[in-house]
């Protein structure tokens, strides 16, 4: 089956550093990614991860292991802006199909 | 910014009244997506298109149907609205960057069946 897991939800202190993580069980693998959503708006775009390794853009860096079916997306000198509900998706396979997880509500808190 | 929009924003309908919500795009994309969103269950995949008349099922297609006559155009129908299918609907395109392709999503259609 195909399985993505990451925890329901998550408080963090302004300024501080926190870490999302989401574990992947699929039958392929052709990426993971990452979008943020505000309360009711769409989801948008942050980042994605092909090869093991960390990648960077500004505050945000997001990891993957294909190895252990694991990735981390790392937020940086919070801001009360960064409250929001982080969801992380994988790329089953080649027909650009995503399967997303249930998304982890970061509350940032002053 | 996608140019993706979606038509209407929001719905109230009655049960067994047929809806049809509108995606639309500005940007020549080949890959279109319809997904529904409800809490506990993440963004859930509904039908997805990946050229003019070319269509497949995604993990929840029952009582859904989709067509795509023109590029720019991806439609989602509801022939027969039923309370389980209140949600918010969001639509979306993928396009290429170095060989991966990332997915953007529409503004969303709130839609509630009584």
């Known amino acids: 089956g195909q399985n993505i897991d990451q925890p329901t939800e998550m408080t963090a202190t302004e300024g501080a550093i926190v870490q999302i993580n989401c574990t992947y069980q699929?039958?392929?693998?052709?990426?993971l990614f990452w979008y943020q959503q505000h309360a009711g708006e769409a989801p948008t775009f942050l980042s994605y991860n092909v090869l093991d390794g960390l990648e960077e853009k500004g505050r945000f860096s997001s990891f993957l292991s294909r190895s252990k079916g694991y990735s981390y997306l790392l937020l940086k000198e919070l801001q009360m802006k960064d409250s929001a509900s982080y969801l992380c998706a994988v790329n089953g396979g080649a027909t650009n199909k995503l399967i997303f997880g249930t998304g982890t509500l970061l509350a940032v808190q002053p | 910014d996608a140019g993706i929009t979606q038509s209407p924003r929001h719905k109230v309908t009655e049960t067994g009244t047929p809806v049809t919500l509108r995606c639309h795009q500005t940007?020549?994309?080949?890959?279109m997506y319809w997904y529904r969103q409800d809490p506990g269950h993440g963004l859930r995949l509904i039908h997805y298109?990946?050229?003019?008349?070319?269509?497949d099922k995604g993990e929840v297609s029952d009582g859904y149907s989709v067509s795509r006559s023109k590029t720019e155009d991806f439609l989602l129908t509801l022939e027969s609205a039923t309370s389980s299918q209140t949600s918010v609907y969001f639509c979306?395109?993928?396009?290429?960057?170095?060989?991966?392709?990332?997915?953007?999503f529409g503004p969303g259609t709130r839609l509630t069946v009584t």
């Open positions: 699929t039958s392929g693998f052709n990426g």
């Open positions: 298109s990946y050229g003019v008349k070319d269509t």
């Open positions: 940007e020549n994309h080949r890959y």
């Open positions: 979306a395109i993928s396009e290429s960057s170095r060989g991966v392709y990332e997915q953007y």
